[in-house]
């Protein structure tokens, strides 16, 4: 007779009402038990091993465990399906887990089953960005790890997430760029450390401990897939050390010098001939030496595999465990390293002492975590479980977030807001129109529940739908279809786009366009309409849709990203004005014609009018494009008026220094020169509109033209709510060494002399520092 599992639960309840316990369904109860070390109750033996001992130091501990292992037990340690010991108490320890915008099954420690179906997912990373709001980046990454938590105490779960992604989106094409904060290396680094202390801050104020542990990602110059056949297993990354140490870095170092990240992961990619998992400058120098990590390093999944077979940069299986190991690497994701650690060992190319130190780091962490603490129901986020996942919070704030960065990107009179009241009929147009899975982009959970833009709008007004293509490829679209809806409308909603079949991880993209037929679709729906035409575009990536912003006819564009399971329902809060947009786009929106003539694989972000190569991201791009970095509309109107900013600085000089002698360009950044050097920006905005909003304000920087320096670069950012009429006063503080310096072309910090142009909100001021 076959049993279901409705017969195992009648049983088990049969059980328990009995009071017996059958071993038989010892795994049906352990489902729900979390893994940990250190189980004392129900080996009192092991209260005797000092490394599980909770109340000395985590340094004691480690080091007591790993003297107790052989060699053969520490190899299992250095994988990320890791070993169990079990006459020490140890289990198998799944490392891998996700949580890039909500807890993730993408990786094996994590499953969604009774009693946690699913769990909050947040808008896609991109959008979030969009927000400018650190606040709540942070707060997200709280709620992700209180669900992670409670799914752990259940055994659904680990305790350590490889996210965020914090590479910069420095390429429109870059399939992955969904997942980063943007191309800006300011609001990335402030993302990365927002996002990390919300993860891994304890409650109880704890330094040491943590809640769950973080892991920035993917270190460093990472930012091509698959790109005409290029992969990102065997790219070689061509980078000045210039644009290495002014863009590509800031994130990382930012990361664990200011997030004290538990863990970073080196990526695929090789970077000016060394691979990053294998440059013991990258890991052991940069990381573990200059910013000094408390934490471990990890692969990317099977790296040192790649490094071997993909880049054939070692002769040997053994050589590549043995390059990445004496690198800085303390974990691989995969089983590389178990396979042919010992035969490193064993051919001398690797000392048991960098085994026992990468195993430390690891340890460590788990320690840190509380693994080794016994039952983590009896400590401090024993009472999670499933009632604190998914919550009617958690879900609203997964629909907050996506108001929040939800972009107007242009608006008529007359169009925006829609009034609710008035329209009796509109018509919802669109292969995004009525999607769910496309709304959380990748590295996604299973979340709580969708609802889809199609859902949202028609729940304040009745609606009429046509798909208008099959799927997103849109090779054939339903014109005649879409038209006749649109015809009779009395406002039309176009829900259009990508989704995870046109640009994701290991696919970028060739065109930055709408795909196949969507814009035509656009365009002869737009002829027949009668009321205003609203163009919505999910995507993780820029869309050249000059041929929209071009067309009377469509009287507003939105920008929605992949907003996550509760997308349908904000972008109705947006368009019928319940929400006023306030989100800014945190990558520049290009023409196709830059994706047309500039190769995705040329890593340098400064232009090159020899060759016509126009730079990267606005911080240096000098070509067209189709919207800025930091657009975004509002419903509102705010207007800035400067209440304070100097018009001087000037830089103590010693008496013998050479700038007192000779004309400087530019001085070291550096301590004795400007230490504690600042000054402060006063701004004061007033909402003259008719509706209550927020509003982001920048505060840029254009330095003087020498070292190649950007020609505007984000110094912070602020925002401010305020209802009609109202006034704030926006305040920033200005380090001078740390933000009017400029890297030149060897890295080196250095502060430009003369004349700087702040650019405060749409105000611009004159800042001349000097000697």
Known sequence: MAFSSNHYSVFLCFFHILGFIFSSFKPVLAQNSPVFACDITSNPGLANLTFCDASLTVENRVNDLVQRLTLAEKIGFLVSGAGAVSRLGIPKYEWWSEALHGVSNTGPGVRFTSPVPGATSFPQVILTAASF????????????????????????????????????????????????????????SKYGVAYVRGLQQRDDSSKDKLKVAACCKHYTAYDVDNWKGIERYNFNVVV??????????PPFKSCVLEGDVASVMCSYNQVNGKPTCGDPDLLAGI???????????????????????????TKTP???????????????????????????????????????????????????????DGNPRNQIYGNLGPKDVCTPENQELAREAARQGIVLLQNTAGSLPLIPTAIKSLAVIGPNANVTVTMIGNYAGTPCKYT???????????????????????????????????????????????????????????????????????????????????L?????????????????????????????????????????????????????????????????????????????????????????????????????????HLDQAPEFVSIPLEERHTCRST??????????????????????????????????????????SVHNA??????????????????????????????????DGLGNRKVALGPHVLHIGDLKHSLTVRI
């Open 133 to 188: 709001n650190v606040t709540l980046f942070e707060t997200i990454g709280k709620v992700v790890s209180t669900e992670a938590r409670a799914m752990y105490n259940v055994g659904l779960a680990g305790l350590t997430y490889w996210s965020p992604n914090i590479n910069i989106f420095r390429d429109p094409r870059w399939g992955r760029g969904q997942e980063t904060p943007g191309e800006d290396p300011t609001l990335t």
């Open 240 to 249: 000045t050390q210039q644009d290495l140490d002014d863009t590509f870095q």
């Open 287 to 313: 990381i573990r030496g200059e910013w000094k990590l408390n934490g471990y390093i990890v692969t990317d999944c099977d790296s040192l595999e790649v490094i071997y077979n993909k880049q054939h940069y």
């Open 318 to 372: 053994e050589e590549s465990a043995a390059l990445g190991l004496n690198s800085g690497v303390d974990l691989n994701c995969g089983s590389w390293l178990s396979q042919y650690t010992q035969g490193a060992v064993n051919q001398k190319l690797v000392n048991e002492s960098v085994i026992d130190r990468a195993i430390s780091n690891n340890f460590a962490m788990l320690m840190r975590l509380g693994f080794f």
């Open 452 to 534: 889809t833009p199609l859902q949202g709008l028609t729940a304040s007004v009745a609606t009429v739908y046509k798909p208008g293509c099959a799927d997103v490829s849109c090779s054939t679209a339903q014109i005649d279809d879409a038209k006749q809806i649109a015809s009779t409308a009395d406002a039309v909603v176009l829900v259009m786009g990508s989704d995870q079949s046109i640009e994701r991880e290991s696919l970028d993209r060739i065109n930055i366009t709408l795909p196949g037929q969507q814009s035509a679709l656009v365009a002869e729906v737009a002829k027949v309409a009668k009321g205003p035409v609203i």
């Open 536 to 640: 919505v575009i999910m995507s993780g990536g820029g869309m050249d849709v000059q041929f929209a912003i071009d067309n009377p006819k469509i009287t507003s564009i939105l920008w929605v990203g992949f907003p996550g399971e509760a997308g349908g329902a904000a972008l109705a809060d947006v368009i019928f004005g319940y929400y006023n947009p306030s989100g800014r786009l945190p990558i520049t929106w290009y023409p196709q014609s830059y994706a047309d003539v500039v190769p995705m694989t040329i890593m340098n972000m400064r232009p090159d009018p020899a060759t016509n190569y126009p730079g990267r991201t606005y911080r240096f791009y000098t070509g067209p494009t189709v919207f800025p970095f930091g657009h975004g509309l509002s419903y509102s109107q705010f207007k800035h």
């Open 663 to 704: 004309k400087c360009k530019s001085i070291d950044a550096v301590e004795q020169s400007c230490g504690n050097l600042g000054f402060n920006i006063h701004l004061r905005v007033k909402n003259v509109g008719k509706i209550s909003g927020s509003h982001t304000v920048f505060l840029f920087t254009s330095p003087p």
């Open 710 to 743: 950007p020609k505007k670069h984000l110094l912070g950012f602020e925002k401010v709510h305020l209802t009609p009429k109202g006034e704030g006063v926006v305040k920033f503080n200005v380090d001078v060494c740390k933000h009017l310096s400029v890297h």
